[in-house]
């Protein structure tokens, strides 16, 4: 297992103003840890915004946003973390805060990353919030929660979690290869509340299965709890959740809001756990006067 705070090795692809390529050579790279896939894009001189994925996902999930009118006017940063997409997949480091923290520092340290605002989905709003019990908000502008957990392992973590997505129970974690995709399958049917585009769905069936069920079962065995440090924030924090969200409730940003000193809440009627895939617009929209307020 890795150690609390050894650093992540970073694999790093600048996309300049390319739109609709991930294409890139890695040209960062520091020793010790585990291996982060990065890509940026948007000018290195302006505000960043530093993306965190959910559970079984991908830097690719945002796609949308980096391949958006947003990329004009700020430097969008997006790493798998570590388990997940092309980032390292080790067998035992997915129960240690500090070792999740260093991973996002190690980020913000190797792209220069000046105050960046710190966007969490779902199971990255996890990440983010053992980012910040950590390291503090030393370096981070605002932080927006998107449809995001903060614990688990937890009686508020089982009331938050939706009910369709505890139904697909133990088939996420399954070794077999085909009742594993089976359940990434539904998994992927209640991320949004309408219905994916078939293509949309291949696309990201294809990442999510490059999450290996170890990194799954470990993810979803963790007990950790960061009240306090939400308690604690002093910076600026916008709650973005779908109502129609069937993985993670929407008790979870109301209790984020209960939590968090004037936080700013956002609900999307009719949309469901992916409100920047399901609502491009109004998401970037919202983010966008979010971040220009700070």
Known sequence: MSEPGETARLGY???????GSWHGEPHRDRGGGVDIR?????????????FVHGYSQSRLSWVKQFDGA?????????????GHGESGKPRDAYDDAASWADDLQAVVDELGLDDPVFVGWSYGGLVISD?????????????????????KGTEDAARIAGEEFVALGDPLASRDATE?????????????AGELDPR?????????????PHVREALQARTVVHEETLAALDVPVLLTHGEEDQVVGTAAAEKHADLVPDAETSFYEGVG???FWEAPERFERELRAFVESL
């Not at 692809?13 to 739109?19: E, Q």
């Not at 910040?132 to 614990?151: C, K, P, Q, R, Y």
């Not at 995709?181 to 991320?191: G, N, P, R, T």
């Open 13 to 19: 692809t600048y996309r300049g103003r390319a739109r």
């Open 38 to 50: 990065v890509d940026a894009t948007g000018p290195e001189d302006a505000r960043p915004i530093l």
């Open 70 to 82: 947003l990329a004009d006017d700020y430097r969008l940063v997006a790493p798998d973390v570590r």
């Open 131 to 151: 980012y910040l019990s950590v390291h503090g908000t030393d370096d981070v502008a605002g932080v927006n929660f998107v449809g995001a957990i903060s614990e």
């Open 180 to 192: 594993s995709v089976a359940a990434l399958s539904d998994f992927l049917d209640i991320c949004v």
């Open 200 to 212: 949309e769905k291949s696309f990201m069936l294809g990442f999510n299965v490059a999450t290996p």
């Open 273 to 275: 756990h992916s409100p």
